[in-house]
């Protein structure tokens, strides 16, 4: 069953509304590299759009109505918005979810190192990453260095043109034979990305007495810039969250300027587009719920993973400022809730076709994305939608003019993979994914298909209105 490419099919008006939401896209996913940054952003378009904070409706013991607009801050790193809708919460709400972290580098507590007069940072690398593709290519850092005085610093270096920026370096060819006959996953090992950040030795006076500095001189230059810089001490980096990323904007992709490459893109593709599609939205019949969420790429685990009780915690305290008061009443709304699971897919890449089973996968410009289920070969993890919900997504993006496909994650034997629907399903809901194919998935920088982002935006509009 083919699908139509959605680039044939747009008036000028789609096309206009495509580049416009796709520049806003770009801006966002080039200026917010890390959860807390994506969380910030959001935060700060849904004030503008007229949300409020639930924490102030909760302490001002201000009763919920339909069309109250109202969100909540999990440190930061997680943001749940929440149009009412007219309906009772109780016969369920219609959620899309989407993580806003993404595979990275993170620098370790203790990280800084000289050796043979070169500094560097120690790092962990941060869900599933090709090693080797994070060498010989500029980076930034970005994240924030909490001190024990209870000040946060926030860090961004190597994104602006005056910046300075990082890199990990990698081994000449003419000396790589043996590396060469290295397997992919050994070719750099993950205690080799260590991020060159300083050369030049600071020079210690006569008569001055610096054990640290004459020891390593470079290192010490590099904690001094630190200090200089952003007030901190290497002390203060145990307490530090910072990430490495690649630096540089988000850029159009291909001669016709159809596509966008940029860091990020799983899983903030989807995330930009459910985060404008729950403020564009009109009042709603069901309350429209949009849920940005961290840890996805590691499990969805700790404080701040959609398998915390944030999001149930949440729904409990707004049902009690709606009047829908009792255990019963949250159990029964989440039971009888609607959810697309908002995460990118595996896009048919001609170049590696072996893996790809042509008839069940994904094509960039043919829309957006559902997967029955995803997993591991046999489903393994996966959460597999029923037919019947799968059928009310059809009519409901038939009947908006959205164009959509189906895919699995790669042949069955192939791999596979994960998302948090599996979570949310455990509360009896119906949940599906669904997202943005991806070329390049995991990579520093990723490609997709603004057609396939404006149907996503599109898409999850015509999904709120659900009924």
């Known amino acids: 069953m083919e699908r139509p490419n959605a680039w044939k099919d747009y008036t000028e008006e789609q096309l206009d509304q495509l580049h416009y939401l796709c ?19 959001a935060v700060a378009m849904a004030e503008e759009a007229g949300y409020v904070s639930l924490e102030s409706r909760i302490e001002e013991g201000r009763r919920l109505v339909p069309g109250d607009k109202v969100y909540a801050v999990n440190r930061d790193k997680t943001l749940m918005l929440l149009q009412l809708g007219t309906e009772p919460l109780e016969a369920g709400v219609n959620i899309l979810g989407a993580h806003v972290d993404s595979p990275r580098l993170d620098v370790k507590q203790d990280p800084v190192d000289e050796k043979n007069e070169l500094a560097t940072l120690d790092t962990h690398y941060y869900g599933g990453v090709k090693k080797y593709q994070w060498v010989a290519m500029p980076l930034a850092i970005h994240g924030v260095v909490a001190k024990k005085d209870g000040t946060v610093v926030s860090v961004v270096i190597g994104e602006d043109d005056d910046d300075p920026v990082f890199c990990i370096t990698d081994l000449l060819p003419h000396l790589a034979s043996e590396q060469m006959g290295k397997k992919a996953t050994e070719v750099i090992e993950g205690e080799m990305l260590d991020v060159l950040v300083g050369n030049r030795p600071i020079v210690v006076k006569e008569g001055e007495k610096d054990g640290d500095a004459e020891k390593s001189p470079v290192k010490a230059g590099v904690l001094g810039i630190l200090r200089d810089l952003l007030d901190i001490e290497e002390e203060d980096l145990l307490s530090a969250e910072l990430e490495v990323v690649p630096a540089g904007a988000a850029r159009d992709l291909g001669l016709d300027r159809s596509m966008i490459l940029g860091y990020g893109q799983d899983d903030r593709v989807c995330a930009y587009t459910s985060l404008v599609a729950q403020l564009d939205a009109e009042a709603p019949a069901r ?24 999001f149930e915690n949440t729904m409990a305290e707004v049902l009690e400022l709606a009047g829908e008061t009792g255990p019963l009443a949250l159990r029964r709304c989440l039971a009888n809730s609607n959810m697309l699971s908002s995460d990118v897919s595996a896009g048919f890449d001609p170049t590696f076709a072996s893996v790809f089973e042509p008839k069940n996968s994904c ?15 046999g489903k393994s993890g996966s959460n597999d939608a029923d037919a019947e919900y799968l059928a009310t997504i059809r009519r409901v993006m038939d009947e908006g003019g959205v164009h959509f496909q189906t895919a699995e994650l790669g042949k069955v034997d192939a791999g596979g993979g994960g998302t948090i629907a599996y979570i949310l399903a455990t509360y009896g809901m119906n949940v599906v994914d669904c997202g943005v194919p991806v070329l390049s998935m995991h990579a520093p920088w990723e490609a997709t298909s603004k057609a396939d982002v404006y149907e996503a935006y599109r898409g999850y509009q015509e999904f709120l209105k659900l009924a």
Request: aromatic content about 10%; some cysteine.
């Open 287 to 310: 309350t429209a719920v949009t849920l940005l969420v961290d840890k996805e790429e590691i499990g969805s685990v700790g404080a701040t993973g959609m398998t915390s009780r944030f």
């Open 363 to 377: 094509y960039l410009g043919h829309g957006l994305t559902f997967n029955k289920y995803t997993g591991a070969r």
């Open 23 to 41: 520049e806003g896209y770009k801006a966002f996913i080039s200026e917010n590299k890390t959860e807390r940054e994506c969380c910030a952003a």
